[in-house]
C-alpha cells in the first residue's frame, strides 16, 4: 500500500498537546511517523499542507442521518458525504428513525451500510422502547450489538424514575447516557425562545427553564447513579450555569454546544433586518467586510431548531462555557428535512437544519478568529473530548503512530460564501446560506484513505 | 397620501403616514356605506379569495361584503370545506387559487406568520384577516378608526385594553397602531395572560395586573374575550373569579370618565369580562366598530389595488 506524507501543516493534536508545524508520514491507513522533515517515500504521494491545520480527525456525536425510514431526508451515505466535506471521520447516528434504533436488528442494518460509507458510522442506542420514554429498550443487547452511547434524542424521558432506571442499568455496560433535555410540561408545543420576539411574532415560546430543569435532573441523577450523563445540545445560560457548578464538585456530566446556538439567537426569526440591526451586528462588522448581508424574511423556517435559538444573553454564555471549559464537546445535530417539509407555516415545520458541513468553519469563527479560544482547544472539543466520552479505544481522536490515519485538514483563514446548494447532502435547510464564512476543510483522511477532497 | 403597499401583513411595520392614509381613506367608505346605493366599481372584475383556514364568521362576513361593495367578485374557500384537510399545503392551495387568476386573498389561518409565508410566493395581494397570536390589521385599524371618529384624535389618549393580551393578535395590532399614532396603552388583565415583556415592545406601553390602576385616566377601554381555545392550562382558576377582578362592572365603569368609550372586537361574553347593561350602554362603540369595519376592510382592498382616495369623489 503507498504511502502519503502531508507536508509542512500545522500540526495540533490537542491529545498529546502537539502543536508545531511538522509532517505527518501515513503508511498502510497508519499514522507512521510525526515529525519535521520526513523524506517523501519512494512512490509516495504528497499533501502539500504548508498554511493549513493538521489535525485528528473530527468527531461529531450528535447527528441524524435519517436511515431507515426516512431517506427522502437524508441517507448514512449521503450524510457520511456531508461529513467528510465538513472535516469529520466519525459521526454518531441518533437514534429517531423510524422504526427506531432500540433494537439489535437495526442497529446490524446500519452497521452493513456504514461499511460502504466515506466515513466511519456508529450508532447510538435508544434508551427506552420506540424512543416512547415509557420502557427500557433492550439496552444489553443494543451495547452488544455495537452501539457507542444511549440516548433517546428528539425526545425525553420524562418520568424520572425511569431516567434513573435507565442511567444505572447503562452503567453496566460503560455507555455513556446522553439526554436531549426537554420538559415536556414548560415546554408544550413551544416553537421559538421564549422571549420578546415570540412575543411579538406572536409564536409558542418554549422557555429557557423547560431545558434547564432537565439539566437540573440529570445532574442530580449521575450524582445518584454515578453514571455519566451528556447534555445534548445546550442552548441555555442556565444550563452552562448549573453544568459548571456541578462540574465544580466532580458531578460526571458533560454538555455540548452546537455552532447555531452560539452564533445565532432568536432575533433571526423576526427576519434578517432584525438580525443584522441587533444580535447580528458584531458578524456582520467582524466577518461580512464589503460582502452585501444575507437577506431572509420573518418566521424563516430555516430557523426552526429544537432547542430553539435563544436570547443574545444565552448565545454569549453558551461561548463563555466553551471558553471556560464548562462544554466539553462540539456538535452539529445535523437535522436535514426536506423543502417541501420545511416550506410551510411556521408552527407545522420540522425542528431542525443540516450542519456538518458548516460547523468547524463556523466553531473557528466564533472562538478562534474572535481570539477566543486557542486552535487546541477548541479542536479538543471535536476529537480528544468525544473521543473520550464515547470510550473509543482504537486511537481515534488523536494523532498517534500506530493509530488509525484519520485525520483532516484544514485551511482555517480562506473566506468563502455558503451555497445551502452546494451540498452532499440530501437536503437544505441551512440558514447559513450566502453567509461569508472563513475557514475550511481542504482534505478528509478516513484510515489514510481521502474520504473527501476538492 | 401615503399607500405603496402590496399586502397587508401586519401593523407593527405601517408608519403613521400609512396608518393615517387608511384611516382617511375608510371615513370616505364610511359615507359611501350611509348612501342609498352602497356600491362603487372600485373592484370590478378583480377577485377576491376569502381563504380561512381557522374558522371564522365575522370577519369573513366583513370581509365578503366589502368586496362586494367594491364591485369584486368573492370566492370562499373555508378549511372545513377545502383540500387542506386533506394534506394539501398551504402553498399549493393558493398556488391553484391564483391559477383561477385570484386578485385577492383574504387568509386567517391559526400559525402566525401565515400571511408573511404566503406573500413569499404569492401574486395576488394578501391581506392578513387574523393570524395565530401574531397580528389582526384589520381589526386593528378599525378600532383605531372608532376611536378616532368618537374622540377626534388618537395623539395623547389613553387607552386600556383589558383581557387575555399573551394569546390575542387583536391586541397586538391595537398596541401598535395605537402606539405609532401617539396614544398611550395600558394592558391590563391576569398576569398570567399580560406578561411583563409587553412593555419591551414600545415605550408607550404599560402593564398592570390592577384593575383600578389599568382604568384610571382612560379615555378609552378596549375589552378582549377570554380565549378558551388558545390555552393549554388554565391562565386563571375560574371565569367566576376572571369576572370579579377583571370584569367590567356598572360600580367600575362609575369610577371612568363620563367621557370614556367602551369596545369589544366580539363575540362578548356578557357578565364575564363585561356586563349586559355596558354593553348595550351609550358609551358602548360594539356595533359601531362592526360598521366601521366595514368601511376599514373596503379601505384595504382599495388601496391595495392602487386606488387614489380623490377617485372616490365621483
Known amino acids: 500500500m503507498s504511502a502519503l506524507l502531508l507536508r509542512g501543516g500545522r500540526v495540533v493534536d490537542p491529545a498529546s498537546g502537539l502543536d508545531q508545524v511538522s509532517d505527518v508520514l501515513i503508511h498502510d491507513g497508519k499514522i507512521a511517523e510525526i515529525r519535521p522533515g520526513i523524506l517523501t517515500p519512494p512512490g509516495g504521494e504528497i499533501l502539500e499542507a504548508a498554511g493549513r491545520i493538521v489535525c485528528p480527525g473530527l468527531i461529531d456525536l450528535h447527528v441524524h442521518f435519517r436511515e431507515p425510514g426516512q431517506t427522502k431526508k437524508e441517507d448514512i451515505h449521503t450524510g457520511a458525504r456531508c461529513a467528510a466535506r465538513g472535516g469529520f471521520t466519525t459521526v454518531v447516528c441518533m437514534p429517531n428513525t423510524s422504526p427506531s434504533i432500540d433494537n439489535a436488528g437495526t442497529v446490524a442494518l446500519i452497521q452493513e451500510r456504514a461499511k460502504s460509507a466515506v466515513v466511519r458510522v456508529e450508532v447510538s442506542g435508544a434508551l427506552t422502547r420506540s424512543i416512547a420514554g415509557e420502557e427500557l429498550a433492550p439496552i444489553g443487547s443494543l451495547a452488544k450489538a455495537g452501539v457507542v452511547a444511549l440516548t433517546d434524542d428528539g425526545h425525553c424521558i420524562q418520568n424520572n424514575e425511569l431516567m434513573r432506571r435507565a442511567c444505572e442499568y447503562a452503567r453496566m455496560f460503560r455507555l455513556p447516557v446522553m439526554d436531549h433535555c426537554q420538559d415536556y410540561g414548560l415546554v408544550t408545543d413551544g416553537v421559538m425562545h421564549e422571549g420578546l420576539h415570540s412575543t411579538v411574532l406572536g409564536l409558542r415560546g418554549w422557555p429557557a427553564s423547560g431545558e434547564e430543569v432537565i439539566v437540573a435532573r440529570n445532574i442530580l441523577l449521575a450524582e445518584l447513579t454515578g453514571t455519566p450523563i451528556h447534555c445534548q445540545h445546550l442552548s441555555s445560560a442556565g444550563s452552562v450555569r448549573l453544568l459548571r457548578e456541578a462540574r465544580t464538585r466532580g458531578v460526571p456530566i458533560s454538555g455540548e454546544a452546537c455552532p447555531h446556538h452560539f452564533t445565532l439567537t432568536d432575533a433571526a426569526i423576526a427576519g434578517s433586518e432584525v438580525f443584522w440591526k441587533g444580535d447580528g451586528s458584531g458578524i456582520a462588522s467582524e466577518f461580512f467586510g464589503g460582502h452585501a448581508l444575507p437577506s431572509w424574511p420573518a418566521y424563516h423556517t430555516h430557523f426552526k431548531m429544537n432547542p430553539p435559538l435563544r436570547s443574545a444573553a444565552d448565545r454569549e454564555a453558551i461561548l463563555q462555557g466553551l471558553v471556560d471549559g464548562t462544554l466539553t464537546i462540539l456538535a452539529s445535530d445535523h437535522a436535514p428535512h426536506t423543502q417541501s417539509e420545511k416550506e410551510v407555516e411556521f408552527d407545522d415545520a420540522p425542528f431542525g437544519i443540516v450542519g456538518l458541513e458548516t460547523e468547524l468553519t463556523l466553531s473557528l469563527m466564533a472562538l478562534h478568529h474572535t481570539g477566543r479560544l486557542g486552535l487546541s482547544a477548541l479542536l479538543a472539543k471535536y476529537t480528544v473530548n468525544p473521543a473520550r466520552l464515547l470510550n473509543l479505544s482504537d486511537g481515534r481522536g488523536e494523532l498517534k503512530v500506530g493509530g488509525p490515519a484519520d485525520v483532516t485538514v484544514f485551511d482555517p483563514d480562506v473566506e468563502w460564501t455558503c451555497d445551502r446548494a452546494d451540498t452532499a447532502s440530501r437536503s437544505q435547510n441551512n440558514p447559513f446560506h450566502g453567509w461569508r464564512l472563513r475557514g475550511k476543510p481542504t482534505a478528509t483522511l478516513v484510515g489514510g484513505q481521502f474520504a473527501w477532497r476538492p | 397620501m401615503s399607500w405603496t403597499r402590496r399586502h397587508l401583513l401586519d401593523l407593527q411595520s405601517l408608519s403613521a403616514a400609512e396608518l393615517t392614509t387608511v384611516l382617511d381613506t375608510a371615513r370616505a367608505f364610511r359615507a359611501i356605506g350611509e348612501r342609498s346605493i352602497k356600491k362603487v366599481p372600485a373592484l370590478r372584475g378583480k377577485t377576491v379569495v376569502n381563504l380561512f383556514v381557522e374558522p371564522s364568521t365575522r370577519t369573513r362576513i366583513s370581509f365578503e361584503l366589502a368586496a362586494l361593495r367594491l364591485s369584486a367578485d368573492v370566492i370562499n374557500f ?237
Not at chain 2, 190 to 204: A, G
Not at chain 2, 206 to 222: F, I, K, M, P, S
Open chain 2, 78 to 314: 373555508t378549511a372545513e370545506s377545502s383540500s387542506l384537510k386533506k394534506g394539501e399545503s398551504l402553498k399549493d392551495t393558493v398556488r391553484n387559487l391564483e391559477a383561477l387568476n385570484a386578485d385577492f386573498i383574504i387568509l386567517r389561518h391559526g400559525a402566525s406568520g401565515a400571511p408573511q409565508f404566503l406573500s413569499q410566493f404569492a401574486h395576488a395581494h394578501v391581506v392578513n384577516a387574523g393570524d395565530g397570536a401574531h397580528e389582526h390589521p384589520t381589526q386593528g385599524l378599525l378600532d383605531v378608526f372608532t376611536i378616532r371618529e368618537r374622540r377626534g384624535r388618537i395623539e395623547g389618549l389613553n387607552v386600556t385594553i383589558l383581557g387575555d393580551i399573551l394569546y390575542s393578535r387583536v391586541a397586538r395590532s391595537n398596541i401598535w397602531a395605537l402606539a405609532t399614532l401617539g396614544a398611550n396603552v395600558t394592558l391590563c388583565g391576569p398576569s398570567t395572560l399580560v406578561p411583563k415583556v409587553f412593555e419591551s415592545l414600545h415605550p408607550r406601553i404599560r402593564v398592570t395586573w390592577d384593575l383600578e390602576e389599568g382604568l384610571r385616566g382612560a379615555d378609552v377601554v378596549n375589552l378582549l374575550r377570554i380565549q378558551h381555545e388558545r390555552q393549554r392550562i388554565s391562565a386563571f382558576p375560574s371565569v367566576g373569579e376572571y369576572a370579579s377582578l377583571f370584569g367590567l362592572t356598572p360600580s367600575r365603569m362609575a369610577t371612568l370618565s363620563p367621557d370614556v368609550i367602551i369596545m369589544h372586537p366580539g363575540p362578548i361574553n356578557r357578565g364575564v369580562e363585561i356586563a349586559s347593561e355596558i354593553a348595550d350602554g351609550v358609551q358602548s362603540v360594539i356595533l359601531e366598530q362592526v360598521t366601521n369595519g366595514l368601511a376599514v376592510r373596503m379601505a384595504v382592498l382599495f388601496l391595495l389595488n392602487g386606488g387614489r382616495q380623490g377617485e372616490l369623489a365621483a
